[in-house]
T-cell receptor, first 116, second 111 residues
Framework: GAGVSQSPSNKVTEKGKDVELRCDPI?????LYWYRQSLGQGLEFLIY????????KSGLPSDRFSAERTGGSVSTLTIQRTQQEDSAVYLC??????????????FGPGTRLLVL | GDSVTQMEGPVTLSEEAFLTINCTYT??????LFWYVQYPGEGLQLLLK?????DKGSNKGFEATYRKETTSFHLEKGSVQVSDSAVYFC??????????FGAGTRLTVKP
């Protein structure tokens, strides 16, 4: 497709389980971002990938959160030992990735995670 | 660090009313400023942006002017429609690809 896609669209898991969320960015976009949107809250930056550079992990809330981007395209956000406070919508976005930044980001539909 | 603060909602207006959603920012450099919109059941999408001081972004009747002197980027529309009901997010991007979003303002427009 032409846009950013994410899977699954919804995920229900039990506390303590690990989950993996997937993001397929727009073809040709070298920059990829993960955000978290909790109920009634704004968007919280989690992690940013740019090409082959080391990712900016400054937004990850704990060491239970990690993300990979294979081959400069698809990304997987992993949450280990999930907690109820991890329940949120996880949004992925991509952008062209030009030097200097400040670009428009294109968002996927999100994965709604519920930890019971 | 760099951040944005936007008007708390929810905001409820009648159709054809004038809309202002306030947004102010804190930044050490010269960020680009954005308004994103999230319609019910849809993902975030860019509404408008401005990349330097005094620039005006506009789209779908919405406008926002990058005011460096007041560090503001208020969103305005002269006559809102029911279809404008959504959550609006102010955001800034410093001199890299990091994007900082406000908490969002929910707008409901009643016929």
């Amino acid at each position: 497709g032409a846009g950013v896609s994410q899977s699954p669209s919804n995920k229900v898991t039990e506390k303590g389980k690990d989950v993996e969320l997937r993001c397929d960015p727009i073809s040709g976009h070298t920059a990829l971002y993960w955000y978290r949107q909790s109920l009634g809250q704004g968007l919280e930056f989690l992690i940013y990938f740019q090409g082959n550079s080391a990712p900016d992990k400054s937004g990850l809330p704990s060491d239970r959160f990690s993300a990979e981007r294979t081959g400069g395209s698809v990304s997987t956000l992993t949450i280990q030992r999930t907690q109820q406070e991890d329940s949120a919508v996880y949004l992925c976005a991509s952008s062209i990735g030009l030097a200097g930044g400040q670009e428009t980001q294109y968002f996927g539909p999100g994965t709604r995670l519920l930890v019971l | 660090g760099d951040s944005v603060t936007q008007m708390e909602g929810p905001v409820t207006l009648s159709e054809e009313a004038f809309l202002t959603i306030n947004c102010t920012y804190t930044a050490t450099g010269y960020p680009s400023l954005f308004w994103y919109v999230q319609y019910p059941g849809e993902g975030l999408q860019l509404l408008l942006k401005a990349t330097k001081a005094d620039d005006k972004g506009s789209n779908k009747g919405f406008e926002a002017t990058y005011r460096k002197e007041t560090t503001s980027f208020h969103l305005e529309k002269g006559s809102v429609q029911v279809s404008d009901s959504a959550v609006y997010f102010c955001a800034l991007s410093p001199n890299n690809n990091d994007m900082r979003f406000g908490a969002g303002t929910r707008l409901t427009v009643k016929p």
